[in-house]
């Protein structure tokens, strides 16, 4: 659809833009960790675990750690999908692993933040809607369908912090979709994409996996 209009230059926009679909899809199924939840505590599931000896963690981090399951399904089809577009990985069999590994551990970490909110909402909708808020102004603010340079002041220094934008500009370096020529970032963020992302996911996780356990105990 945008490939005819929407030019990249030194590069194919195809393969500019597959790399941004990667980590915008996602952050957005992370919206099923949580929607799950709070299914789940609506249901009366989670007072049949409660009643089993098991560790109250146990629970939330089954859940986060299944849907790294679904994020490779997701993973799988985007690829396929992307190869049938004109989308090529054009570095090495290591450096397309990492890239992979990347954007999982990235969606790892936001599946945490919306498993915390999970159990903080009443329903499966509400999450949907308060989830929508936080993730749709991080996906499109960001480096996912066009690079932040064109981005006027405000909103480009915004998405050059934005770890989305550090998450798919490693993915698009590792894969090699890089556009011959592109200006180098000014932002270390975007520097050392790999580096900040996964430092990001190491404070997410470390952040939300003690509070929605917490926050499990006392539901």
């Known amino acids: 659809m945008f490939g005819g209009s929407i030019e990249i230059e030194g590069g194919s926009y195809r393969e500019y833009l597959v790399g941004g679909v990667f980590a915008?899809?996602?952050v957005f199924g992370s919206m099923f960790t949580g929607a799950g939840l709070a299914e789940d505590i609506q249901k009366g599931v989670m007072d049949r675990f409660r009643s089993l000896p098991m560790s109250q963690a146990?629970?939330?981090?089954?859940?986060?750690?299944?849907?790294?399951?679904?994020?490779?399904?997701?993973?799988?089809?985007?690829?396929?999908?992307?190869?049938?577009?004109?989308?090529?990985?054009?570095?090495s069999v290591l450096d397309a692993a990492t890239a992979f590994a990347v954007l999982l551990v990235f969606a790892y970490a936001i599946s945490?933040?919306?498993?915390?909110?999970?159990?903080?909402?009443p329903s499966p909708e509400v999450i949907n809607?308060?989830?929508?808020?936080?993730?749709?102004?991080?996906?499109?603010?960001?480096?996912?369908?066009?690079?932040?340079?064109?981005?006027p002041g405000?909103?480009?220094?915004?998405a050059e912090w934005n770890p989305v934008?550090?998450?798919?500009?490693?993915?698009?370096?590792?894969?090699?979709?890089?556009p011959a020529g592109a200006p180098e970032p000014d932002a270390w963020s975007l520097q050392h994409p790999v580096a900040y992302?996964?430092?990001?996911?190491a404070i997410i996780i470390a952040v939300?996996?003690?509070?929605?356990?917490?926050?499990?105990?006392?539901?």
């Open 197 to 201: 992302t996964l430092i990001w996911a």
């Open 208 to 219: 939300f996996a003690p509070l929605s356990v917490r926050r499990f105990s006392k539901r």
């Open 58 to 91: 146990a629970v939330v981090a089954g859940r986060t750690a299944s849907d790294v399951l679904y994020n490779v399904l997701s993973l799988t089809v985007m690829t396929f999908a992307g190869y049938l577009v004109g989308w090529r990985i054009n570095g």
């Open 154 to 158: 405000p909103l480009k220094a915004f």
């Open 24 to 26: 915008m899809n996602l």
């Open 129 to 151: 809607q308060s989830g929508m808020m936080v993730i749709f102004p991080l996906t499109f603010i960001a480096d996912t369908f066009s690079p932040v340079e064109n981005f």
């Open 112 to 121: 945490w933040v919306m498993a915390f909110v999970g159990l903080l909402v």
């Open 165 to 178: 934008s550090s998450a798919t500009r490693s993915a698009r370096e590792l894969f090699g979709n890089m």
